[in-house]
């Protein structure tokens, strides 16, 4: 055999050598990508598919246009997804949900004269449904469910059923992404609603345009039609058509969240949705670098040769299985062969291993721009840190002006809007009484105790205003006294009692029954619960 053909034979068997280890590469990486690479980007379709709100599956989206339904701005299906998948969202919201609907009720009477002191049949009736608005829950139960629909897509959506006699008879939440809006009806209705003038009630009629709203069951299969509340015809729940008889539909009252001229509501934090999408993001790229390390550990460079076969599998099972503690000090032995086809030494295989560890990262990436995204989204709820439980920097005094500033600034004007929304609506076939959601107790008791005997001492509260004030604060069930001296100031009827003008119990008597020791809260107390001048002093 001549030197050129022992070289040719050497060039195919080396090309043939190399086409092997090429395969043997492919079929590596391959492998590392379906240990886990794979799945984080399949995981992260979601995220990435976020640009178009508009364009998420909706269960209405062939009966816009056939059934005459309007469009929401933003499918609400997308929204709920976006906040079940976000670590910002869910605590503003939760926050907001825990504070808004409240901290129980109390009935307050807004009828001529005093308030019954036994009991009220009107009253009755509207406890009755706070108490129990339907077969499972509470009225508190079902505004906090229409509240996190708010909070999550912008609108709310409350079912009303009603008996023979068109009293309330059941109140329901009702899925904000499974119920949509249609046009106001071209007919217009007469009706007569009770309005406050001249402190007096009186009726007045007047032309209403009404809208019927559909709920459409998770399967996408059926329409259900509502009317809206108020609205006085009848309508059948499966055709949408009014004056029938048969398969009568129930009441829909919507709550949005106004943002503009739109007729649904918006989320409050939709002008922070790059905020929200880019914090989720950077979310999954921390995952993915955690999971595949996008960096490897080391590289194996090799010169003037070509791994082996052999080589080749012991690096793949090092990569693929050397985890826990039985492979700690696990070494991988590799073979080069020389493909040059020369003796000098220069030429030789080489195997070199570098370091890439210095190059990974060690922790998680864009932490400035998630705490920013996080203040950006907080904001857009105008809640305190302390809400989200960012609660590192406060103290006794710090905490407690959040909580009045958020109890001023958000909670209360929203409880405020939404009873009136309640009174006026659900509740407005109840005489002489209104429902007033409490707000939560922002000063101490001792405090409170301090100032109820300063106010009652001073002589500016009755005994039945002392009785309502510690229903309220307590949620007691005490009836007012129907005594005459009820309703006069205490030190009035002290002195009466005194000159015996009227007899009261002795309590009342007794000028020192709202008598307040002072007990030392004056000062914010110490953060360990007792007072360190006295145990430093024992010392």
Avoid at 19 to 39: D, P, T, V, Y
Avoid at 306 to 334: H, P, Y
Avoid at 362 to 379: C, H, I, K, L, P
Wanted: charged share 30%.
């Amino acid at each position: 055999m001549t030197d050129k053909e022992a070289s040719v034979v050497v060039v195919k068997q080396v090309g043939e050598r190399m086409q092997a280890h090429r395969r043997r590469i492919k079929m590596l990486r391959s492998k590392l990508r379906e240990s886990g690479f794979a799945k984080v980007k399949e995981l992260s379709v979601g995220s990435r598919q976020l640009g178009n709100l508009k364009d998420d599956i909706d269960v209405f989206a062939s009966e816009y246009s056939h059934q005459k339904i309007i469009s929401p701005e933003y499918s609400p299906s997308k929204l709920y997804r976006i906040v079940e998948e976000s670590s910002v969202l869910p605590k503003n919201i939760d926050a907001m949900v825990s504070n808004i609907p409240g901290f129980g009720y109390e009935y307050q009477w807004i009828g001529e004269g005093s308030e019954p002191s036994g009991g009220d049949a009107d009253r009755d009736a509207m406890e009755s449904i706070v108490t129990q608005a339907n077969e499972t829950e509470s009225f508190l139960s079902v505004r906090r469910a229409v509240r996190r629909d708010i909070e999550s897509t912008g609108n709310g959506y409350y079912e009303i059923t009603r008996l023979r006699n068109k009293e309330i008879a059941m109140i329901y939440h009702s899925k904000a992404i499974y119920t949509r809006i249609a046009p106001l009806d071209k007919s217009p209705v007469k009706i007569t609603v009770k309005m406050q003038r001249g402190g007096r009630e009186i009726p007045v009629t007047i032309i209403k345009r009404f809208r019927k709203y559909a709920f459409m069951s998770s399967t996408g299969s059926k329409i259900r039609w509502f009317k809206e509340f108020g609205d006085p015809r009848n309508m059948s729940y499966k055709t949408g058509e009014y004056n029938s008889s048969t398969y009568q539909a129930t009441e829909m009252l919507h709550i949005p969240c106004k943002r503009g001229a739109t007729l649904y509501g918006q989320p409050r934090w939709i002008g922070n949705i790059l905020s929200v999408m880019g914090v989720r993001d950077s979310d999954f790229i921390n995952y993915d670098i955690f999971q595949n390390q996008g960096i490897p550990p080391f590289v194996v460079m090799v010169s003037g040769g070509m791994l082996t076969a052999e080589s080749i599998d012991e690096l793949e099972d090092l990569f693929m299985s050397a985890k826990g503690k039985v492979n700690f000090n696990k070494i991988a032995i590799l073979e080069a062969e020389d493909t040059s086809g020369q003796i000098d030494a220069d030429n030789r295989a080489k195997i070199e291993i570098k370091s890439l560890v210095e190059y990974r990262k060690e922790d998680a990436m864009f932490r400035q721009y998630s705490r920013d995204a996080n203040t950006a989204v907080r904001e857009a709820f105008r809640l305190p840190p302390i809400y989200v439980g960012n609660a590192d920097d406060y103290s006794y005094s710090t905490s407690k002006t959040s909580r009045l500033m958020a109890e001023e600034n958000i909670f209360r004007p929203e409880r405020n809007k939404e009873d009136e929304l309640i009174n006026n609506t659900i509740f407005s076939n109840i005489n002489n009484w209104k429902l007033i959601t409490k707000g939560p107790e922002i000063i101490r008791s001792d405090e409170l105790a301090t100032m109820f005997a300063h106010i009652t001492n001073s002589g500016a509260i009755t005994i039945n205003n002392a009785i309502e004030i510690v229903r309220r604060l307590f949620d007691l069930k005490i009836d007012k006294s129907a005594e005459p001296w009820a309703d006069i100031p205490i030190m009035i009827v002290r002195q009466l009692a005194k000159a015996g003008v009227i007899s009261v119990p002795d309590g009342i008597k007794d000028e020192n029954a709202f008598t307040v020791p002072d007990i030392g809260y004056d000062k914010e107390p110490d953060p360990v619960g007792y007072n360190l001048d006295e145990e430093n002093a024992s010392k």
